[in-house]
Structures are given as C-alpha cells and as structure tokens.
C-alpha cells in the first residue's frame, strides 16, 4: 500500500462460491483472507469485501442519467482506459446494464462508463476519463 488513501468497501452478497467465482475469475481480483462468511479482494489496490448476507440485495432505484437508467446504489473505479477496455473484454458473457459507451465526447470530463451487477445483484460502474485531470472539471 502506498502513502495515499485506499478506499475499505464491503457488499452484501447471498453466495460466497459464485461471489469466488465472479470477483475472482471473472474481474480476475486476487483473493486475501476469507472466512466462510467474507472474502477480501485486492481492487486495484482498494480492500474490497464480499459479505455473506442471507437474500438477495434490493436496489434502492434508478437515476437518469445522460437518457440511462443508472442503478442507485453503485460503485466501481476510476480505471485509465486501457484497464477499462481490458476489464470489458474479461466481461463476455456479463450482462451490462449500460454497455460500455463514451460519455461526453470531445468535451472536458470524456470518459468512457460501464455498468454490470455481480451474482448477488449488486450494481457496479467502472469508468475511465480520457484525461484524468478532468475528474471533476466542470
């Protein structure tokens, strides 16, 4: 870990082997500790934790965005755009919400933006913006 701040994030999800299977395999995270009730993942340097919660997790609704229905709760990360088409290729056979698409072309904050749930029906979003001094250009 570096002097800068990494972000702890833990989700709710109803099975550990398929939560294994797709943060693993699939987004091709490496595994930390685990119990049988949590997994910790390395998220591009974040801790990210998969927590063993009985049902299935409800979405709170749905935001329009740029025409889109955007999944409210979400996360994800801000990837360069080289790990963002490398991540969207890993994801064949993923049903996007939102296919990858470049957002706000030709104008400050471009940026390339995906949504896709995991097995538990969590919503995440991964991005990358064309220049990353623009994350929050105006």
Do not use: C
């Not at 995991?118 to 995440?124: E, F, I, K, M």
């Amino acid at each position: 870990m570096t002097d800068r701040p990494a972000v702890h994030l833990a989700v709710p999800v109803d099975d550990l082997g398929a939560a294994r299977t797709f943060y693993g395999q699939v987004l091709g995270l490496a595994e930390g500790r685990s119990s049988d009730h949590w997994i910790d993942w390395d998220l591009y340097g974040h801790q990210f934790v998969t927590h063993l919660v009985p049902g299935p997790v409800t979405p709170a609704g749905l935001s329009e965005v740029d025409g889109h229905e955007v999944p409210i709760p979400h996360y994800g990360l801000l990837l360069s755009v080289e790990a963002f088409h490398e991540l969207a290729a890993r994801l064949t056979g993923t049903p996007f919400l939102i296919e990858p698409y470049l957002r706000f072309p030709d104008r400050p904050g471009a940026q390339w933006t995906m949504f896709f749930r995991d097995p538990a029906g969590n919503a995440l979003e991964f991005k990358a913006f064309l220049d990353g001094t623009q994350v929050f250009t105006r």
